[in-house]
């Protein structure tokens, strides 16, 4: 039986292990390397379906627990799955929680069988287990689905991290187990902290449980940016060739070209339209926080070099104004020009991919955006 999302591998850049490619999926096929806006609770906060199309986004992702919590996963199932519910015709990816129980911190215990959690929203009391995240992702009906993980802290001690990285392990062995929709395909976790040998002792048991695909998860966590690198560079060729290869977590513009040069084809993040809710831009010569006084009579777009709706139709002192009186406007506009910013920047990644000048690429992109190479 042919999986339900498949590979393929169109060019690996001569000069770096940087690879275009496309993901087949039952909504469609993704561009490799890719950026996935993240819609968290069914929503890219202030998009329409339709803004996102018109940016070029190609996929998004949705949180598990967020949606199990509300509006909960029969309501979505009912309504026919996430692609209808949310009006979304394109490939959807849902992690699985594990992360943001993660987050929950003295609100959840972690046992061998699962998480027992509390709310963040009223207190009440929760369990996630392999078997029954697979249910709720199963519910909500994205076309990738990712398996039940912990995620460490960083830093994190040896002795924790393996036993974390092996239960991790069994936990993944227990979602393909409880996986039974033919039309998702099931992505599992490789973690291990920041030990080698632990990365490698997780690859090696993720990868052999023949999956779809593969993400890295616990880096991006906090942890300077060299140690990210070096996380990175090492894991990524550890992951098989002809299946996708995402790294969760990831949406500066400097961690997604090195993400695409080591390799990687998916990566999502929040921050987008996070740093939108607090009046800043990424734009083409660096990040431009807008709500800053210098901006008040600023006549000009936010980025000259974006063709975006948001900067061919409005100036930074207009934008301003939204953002300091409070105006959803100015999320809204903010948040459409940086997911078209991500979105044409990783367009400009597979065509340097293409050209096998990546490298290059990357060394005229930091001298730009003032990037010295080792800096969140």
């Given at each position: 039986?042919?999986?339900?999302?498949?590979?393929?591998?169109?060019?690996?850049?001569?000069?770096?292990?940087?690879?275009?490619?496309?993901?087949?999926?039952?909504?469609?096929?993704?561009?490799?390397?890719?950026?996935?806006?993240?819609?968290?609770?069914?929503?890219?906060?202030?998009?329409?379906?339709?803004?996102?199309?018109?940016?070029?986004?190609?996929?998004?992702?949705?949180?598990?627990?967020?949606?199990?919590?509300?509006?909960?996963?029969?309501?979505?199932?009912?309504?026919?799955?996430?692609?209808?519910?949310?009006?979304?015709?394109?490939?959807?990816?849902?992690?699985?929680?594990?992360?943001?129980?993660?987050?929950?911190?003295?609100?959840?215990?972690?046992?061998?069988?699962g998480v027992e959690f509390k709310s963040h929203l009223d207190?009440?009391?929760?369990?996630?287990?392999?078997?029954?995240?697979?249910?709720?992702?199963?519910?909500?009906?994205?076309?990738?689905?990712?398996?039940?993980?912990?995620?460490?802290?960083?830093?994190?001690?040896?002795?924790?991290?393996?036993?974390?990285?092996?239960?991790?392990?069994?936990?993944?062995?227990?979602?393909?187990?409880?996986?039974?929709?033919?039309?998702?395909?099931?992505?599992?976790?490789?973690?291990?902290?920041?030990?080698?040998?632990?990365?490698?002792?997780?690859?090696?048991?993720?990868?052999?449980?023949?999956?779809?695909?593969?993400?890295?998860?616990?880096?991006?966590?906090?942890?300077?940016?060299?140690?990210?690198?070096k996380m990175l560079y090492f894991t990524a060729p550890l992951?098989?060739?002809?299946?996708?290869?995402?790294?969760?977590?990831?949406?500066?513009?400097?961690?997604?070209?090195?993400?695409?040069?080591?390799?990687?084809?998916?990566?999502?993040?929040?921050?987008?339209?996070?740093?939108?809710?607090?009046?800043?831009?990424?734009?083409?010569?660096?990040?431009?926080?807008?709500?800053?006084?210098?901006?008040?009579?600023?006549?000009?777009?936010?980025?000259?070099?974006?063709?975006?709706?948001?900067?061919?139709?409005?100036?930074?002192?207009?934008?301003?104004?939204?953002?300091?009186?409070?105006?959803?406007?100015?999320?809204?506009?903010?948040?459409?020009?940086?997911?078209?910013?991500?979105?044409?920047?990783?367009?400009?990644?597979?065509?340097?991919?293409?050209?096998?000048?990546?490298?290059?690429?990357?060394?005229?992109?930091?001298?730009?955006?003032?990037?010295?190479?080792?800096?969140?």
């Amino acid at each position: 039986m042919k999986p339900a999302v498949t590979y393929e591998l169109l060019h690996v850049d001569k000069n770096s292990g940087a690879r275009r490619g496309i993901v087949h999926t039952p909504h469609g096929d993704i561009q490799t390397p890719v950026f996935m806006p993240v819609g968290t609770q069914a929503t890219v906060k202030s998009m329409t379906p339709e803004e996102l199309k018109e940016i070029g986004a190609q996929i998004i992702l949705s949180n598990t627990y967020h949606l199990y919590l509300r509006p909960g996963q029969k309501i979505v199932k009912e309504a026919g799955g996430l692609h209808k519910f949310m009006n979304w015709d394109r490939p959807i990816l849902t992690d699985s929680g594990g992360f943001q129980v993660f987050s929950l911190g003295p609100l959840r215990t972690i046992t061998e069988e699962g998480v027992e959690f509390k709310s963040h929203l009223d207190g009440s009391k929760h369990f996630f287990s392999p078997e029954s995240v697979m249910k709720t992702e199963e519910d909500l009906g994205a076309d990738i689905i990712m398996a039940f993980d912990e995620c460490v802290e960083y830093p994190a001690s040896y002795e924790y991290t393996k036993q974390s990285m092996e239960r991790t392990t069994r936990w993944a062995k227990r979602c393909k187990e409880a996986h039974t929709t033919e039309n998702q395909a099931l992505f599992g976790i490789i973690q291990g902290g920041f030990y080698e040998d632990l990365r490698t002792q997780s690859a090696k048991d993720i990868v052999d449980l023949d999956l779809p695909g593969y993400a890295i998860g616990g880096i991006s966590v906090g942890e300077p940016k060299e140690e990210f690198l070096k996380m990175l560079y090492f894991t990524a060729p550890l992951m098989p060739e002809n299946k996708p290869r995402y790294l969760m977590g990831v949406g500066t513009p400097d961690y997604l070209i090195e993400a695409a040069l080591a390799g990687i084809d998916m990566c999502d993040c929040v921050l987008p339209t996070r740093i939108a809710r607090n009046g800043t831009a990424m734009t083409w010569n660096g990040k431009v926080v807008v709500r800053n006084a210098t901006y008040e009579r600023d006549w000009g777009p936010l980025d000259p070099e974006c063709d975006c709706y948001t900067c061919r139709n409005y100036t930074r002192a207009y934008i301003r104004h939204l953002v300091k009186t409070n105006e959803i406007l100015g999320v809204r506009l903010l948040s459409i020009h940086n997911i078209y910013f991500l979105t044409k920047l990783m367009e400009k990644v597979r065509i340097e991919i293409e050209h096998d000048n990546l490298l290059g690429f990357r060394e005229e992109f930091y001298k730009k955006y003032g990037y010295t190479g080792c800096e969140k």
